[in-house]
DNA sequence: CGAAGTCAAGAGCAGTGCTCTCGATTTGGT
DNA sequence: ACCAAATCGAGAGCACTGCTCTTGACTTCG
């Protein structure tokens, strides 16, 4: 896991590290279309073909950059989490929100790549699984850790979740234990309306619209949060 | 604007409406990358050059596909609404949230397009403002419609619009007359989270987690509808 | 009728992802 | 210490792309 044995080991890790390097620093300036195995093989003074020994193919390296970035979002979740007093729930999911918004705006790119339209012919291979829920792994923790607390209290007025929501609550449950399928669906509508903010923001539907995204964002954040129960002083 | 006065001039509408047809029919099997000119002049027997005297190049091709689109949800929307009773205005809403949705299931690829990541160097030419506000429009005039009629009783405990917000409400509001900013604040947390919800569910995020999307979309936009502030009975 | 405009065809250019072959180097077992 | 096996980069090449330019035929319109 650490240096490799052999100086042939120790190589490819490093080319291979550098290749997608390269590669993320193309994603950033051209986006996910304008990856160029060719130009990456001309950057690193090799010739095309050898790019090959390390990815398979450009749809691998793309594979690899969306673990990756699956990684880096779940990261920056996870140590903004940390980072909070852990029994205010309230600012744990703003923490989060904002710990996703951050590195969003930090690495549109990679975002648009996870979160944006799938690619090619759509790939998700079990590797992927992992990584891409790490964030809401953490968000599913920081539920659980309010409804046990207590510190959920449901806004007035808002309609049940349909029976037949039942076995996907079920499912959904698995990452927030203990919650009732209100809840759960509550926290799925938070969930799509984050990232639902977040492409509206990235992908240019504010465009001319609204120009003060920050606060509106948190407005947003603190809204949702109130939806799904945490109380209006701490939200 | 009917048919065109010369032959030549009716063939080439033709031939314009034939290529942009078999694009859009590329993009849904292959996505938006799949995109390709040659083919294209293939399926109508001609030389590839010969496409460029109908479209300059392939991102102007895309681009009429980017507005053809917007004005194809928005044609959906504007029809949904305009199929309700105008007075139930919960029901418009909900209408408005099915037609996108339904839309969005039967041209995944071209919802892609316009909600999902732009592709390229990004380009919005002044053609596609007016499209691409289509459906936005027909949000706005409902909720301006219920708003007027008194129908809006919006939900107790939900933090209050910062005052930073006012110069983004006064843009936002040319779309919805006469709505405060708190409401207009829920508004677009709203209508973000309606987005949120379809790009999870066509992009891919809800695989192995959420099966019965149908109902869960129902519920929430129910609950988006009752926080913008229609009643829980009608909403 | 004839000049001007428009069109499809074809050749061609630069670029891409990817494959295959071929020597050079490194590795690991004996 | 050797040698077969594995691994590597270089290079040529294939099929394909978007796009340009030129050429000759056809349409349009004064």
Redesign the interface.
């Known amino acids: 896991m650490n240096a490799g044995r052999t100086a042939r080991e120790r190589a490819r890790a490093e080319l291979t590290r550098e290749i997608a390097e390269i590669a993320r620093r193309q994603l950033g300036t ?5 990856l160029n195995l060719r130009a990456i093989a001309r950057e690193l003074g090799m010739v095309s073909s050898a790019i090959y020994r390390y990815f398979p193919s450009r749809d691998d390296l793309l594979t690899a950059l969306i673990i990756d970035a699956y990684n880096a979002v779940g990261e920056a979740v996870e140590r903004a989490d940390a980072a909070c007093e852990q029994d205010d729930h309230a600012g744990r999911w703003r923490a989060v929100c904002h710990a996703v918004r951050d590195w969003a705006l930090a690495h549109p790119h990679e975002y ?2 996870i ?8 790939h ?1 291979p079990a590797d992927t ?1 992992g990584p891409a829920v790490r964030d809401t792994v953490v968000y599913g923790r920081i539920l659980t850790d309010a409804h046990a607390a207590g510190a959920l209290n449901h ?5 049940p ?2 029976p ?2 039942a ?2 609550a079920d ?2 449950r698995q990452l927030m234990p203990g919650l009732p399928d209100d809840v759960v ?2 926290a ?2 938070a969930w ?6 977040l ?2 923001e990235l ?3 504010f ?6 995204r920050a ?2 964002f ?3 954040v ?3 949060g ?2 799904i129960g945490f109380d ?1 002083e701490s ?1």
């Open positions: 051209e986006g996910a279309g304008g648009a790549l979160y944006g339209s799938p690619v090619p012919g759509y998700a699984v806004p007035d007025g808002f309609p979740a349909p037949t929501f076995t996907d499912q959904i669906a509550r799925v509508v799509t309306g984050l990232f639902g903010f492409s509206f992908f240019g539907q465009a001319n619209v609204v120009e003060d606060t509106l948190d407005h947003e603190r809204t949702l109130r939806l209006l939200a």
